[in-house]
């Protein structure tokens, strides 16, 4: 039996030349609306004293991890993983409730007004089907961006993180298993692109549990705006039991 | 960025610490208008410790010994007072150049017109990369054969002896310029002047001089003088703003485009989407100009395939198969036995007889550039990554990335003019006045300011650029290259002010 895929990404800091040609790249492909964008190139700013100085671009998105905190918190089951270790989110299940958006430890994900729905970076899954690269990976002018199956040892993303120094965005307390590798990320940056804590510890427990069985209920019907008004209580930092 | 993941140690020399800076092994922030002065005393070095190619020096150039008499002074001492780069390092460079040679290249730079001396500055590089016989060596240039190989013409009448003078001074002015290329401001120019005859109308093809040549006004006032102007463009540019007619090309994502090659490749240019509205491809707008004027032999083609299928005529490729494809490849042509340049020798012209006869340096002599007086900056332009040129300020996504352009000063500077990030700021130059927004940093020498191009719309068409940022082409004097007929446009000087309220 052939192993199983499991899709990642890895980016070399070094060779991002701070073009954002991925950014534009997924919104055309994407439709993603004027506002937001599911990746990102950080601009840390010119650095140090004329004329010593440095510049470094830290280009990221999802990182497709193995544990999702997202996929825990999603109350419609619509965020999931894939087979193939993309995680997606099926815009018909979702019910826009955002509760997967603080959830991310890495910002990566945004709702999306035009849609209803929560919106992040899916891997280009339907691309990667037809034996093509995400659009990110396939515009990157440096070759920073780099994607492939991290279980094919032949793969060129195994094969760069075999053959060079590697960094995953975590911390001793906060490790979703992250599925994006860094070359060449200067540690003295580690702290500007590190996971935040999670803002929602109790979060899946306390969707599971209680909320679900009301959701379900309104899923589909005109209670939809509840969910949504919930949902922004949640991101101001409201409890559920308040 | 593969070159240098191989190990090329990149140096970028540049008033400005930019993303290309950002990626180099080293950054020297070379005085603006004295990259000659660096590339000459790089040539100093390679010759007089002996470092150069000796055997690609006898081959194939000319007039080695003027050369050597003519950078004789040029020691990377005379240099580091002229470029503010330490001779130290000047000498270095010029020792790690020759020992990577020939594997090594000084890079031409891409808009190179920056002063009046800018041209020998290109000369004094493409005479170092003869020094170190760079061409079709790894790492360095590559010969390639003649363009447009392989591609029949379309047949036309011979096309009738124009005996007016040029309006853009070509070659009664500017005697080197070549034909094909032109200068454009002088375009504008004589056309205010009437001199050396009154122009009365300007079709303009893919070009947008109300943004790309210097001070603005001066061509706005030249508009004035004409009774009629057509624009065809992809977009309703500036230009097309105060034009009478607007031709609307189609983009091209949309047309066919004439077939070109490039070193033994054929590409095609073809409609991805039928054109939207009522563009057309510049094929058919001239075909069809070019029959209401009782002129269409000229334009010997049914439509555009067929004029591409002209072109294919002497080649064993359709033009279906070429579609499909996107490209034809053409048979491998024997390597030629020798390289021959395209100058009247053959040969690389380290000392040039065509320069001399036209009363300019024929070895590069330093040549001093103007500087900024009290309180004054040089004005420098470059590009940015998100912008193709002058064209794209107006799409939503690019837009997003860079809506307008910021004014860049050096941050000690900024702090006593009391000049905050974020404040607008004041420009004024001989010719003009515009309001920026400062960004103060450290990535530029204190005695420039920068800004990219392409802002400061007039054209209402533009909906999203539109009146966004400022235009530099306001501010910008028009000094133009005797030699070259190129816009020297960083001789510009300004003063900066924060605006108060």
Known sequence: MATKKKYGFVIDVRRCIGCNACTVA?????????????????????????????????????????????????????????????????????????????ACLYDARFYNEEKGVADKCNGCFDRVEEGELPACVATCVGGARMFGDLNDPDSQVSRMIRENQTVRLVTDETNPGPNVYYIGLPEELYSEVAPHPSELPAAGKVWKKGVIPVVGLAVGATVIGQAIAFGAQLLKGESIDE | MSAIANGTHVVVLDPRFTKTAARAAEWL???????????????????????????????????????????????????????????ETIARIAQEFAAAAPHAFAHPGWRTSNFLNSFQTERAIAILNALIGNWNQPGGFRAVAGEGAGLASLPTPPFPRVGALRLDGVPWKYPLVPLKLGVFQEIRDNALSGDPYQAHGWFIYRQNPVDSIPDRKKTLEAFAK??????????????????????????????????????????????????????????WIFKQLGERLG????????????????????????????????????????????????????????????????????????????????????????????????????????????????????????????????????VESEVGKVPFQAFTTEGIRPDCVYTTQGFGKFSKGLRLAYAEGGSDSDLHVTYTDPISGSQALSQTMVKISRIIG
């Open chain 1, 26 to 102: 997924c919104k055309e492909q994407w439709k993603v609306p004027v506002g937001h964008s599911r990746n990102w190139v950080l601009d840390m700013g010119i650095q140090g004293s004329f004329p010593d100085l440095t510049q470094t671009f830290i280009t990221g998105q999802c990182m497709h991890c193995d544990d999702p905190p997202c996929v825990a918190a999603c109350p419609s089951e619509a965020t999931y993983k894939r087979e193939d270790g993309l995680v997606v989110i099926d815009e018909d299940t979702c019910i826009g409730c955002g509760y997967c958006i603080p």
């Open chain 2, 29 to 87: 922030a070379v005085k603006p208008g004295t990259d000659l002065a660096f590339h000459l005393a790089l040539i100093h070095e390679l010759i007089y410790n002996d470092l150069y190619d000796k055997q690609f020096v006898a081959n194939y150039t000319e007039g080695f010994d003027e050369l050597k008499a003519g950078v004789k002074e040029y020691t990377p001492e005379w240099a580091a007072e002229k470029c503010e780069i330490p001779a």
């Open chain 2, 226 to 283: 004409m009774d009629f102007i057509v624009t065809t463009d992809i977009i309703p540019n500036d230009t097309a703003w105060f034009s009478d007619v607007i031709l609307p090309e189609a983009s091209y994502l949309e047309r066919y485009d004439p077939l070109t090659v490039v070193d033994n490749t054929i590409y095609i240019r073809q409609p991805a989407i039928a054109p939207l509205g009522e563009s057309k491809s510049g094929l």
């Open chain 2, 295 to 426: 002129l269409g032999d000229y334009f010997p083609y049914a439509d555009e395939e067929d004029y591409l299928r002209q072109q294919l005529a002497d080649l064993p490729v359709t033009l279906e198969d070429l579609k499909y494809q996107g490209y034809y490849t053409l048979p491998p042509t024997p390597e030629p036995e020798d390289l021959v340049f395209l100058t009247p020798s053959g040969k690389v012209d380290l000392s040039s007889a065509t320069l001399e006869k036209q009363g300019f340096d024929a070895v590069p002599q330093w040549e001093e550039p103007p500087e900024p007086g009290e309180g004054q900056f040089y004005l420098l332009t470059g590009k940015v990554a998100y912008h193709t040129q002058m064209a794209t300020q107006n799409n939503k996504y690019l837009h997003e990335m860079l809506p307008q352009n910021p004014l860049w000063i050096n941050k000690g500077v900024a702090a006593n003019l009391h000049i905050k990030d974020g404040d607008q700021v004041l």
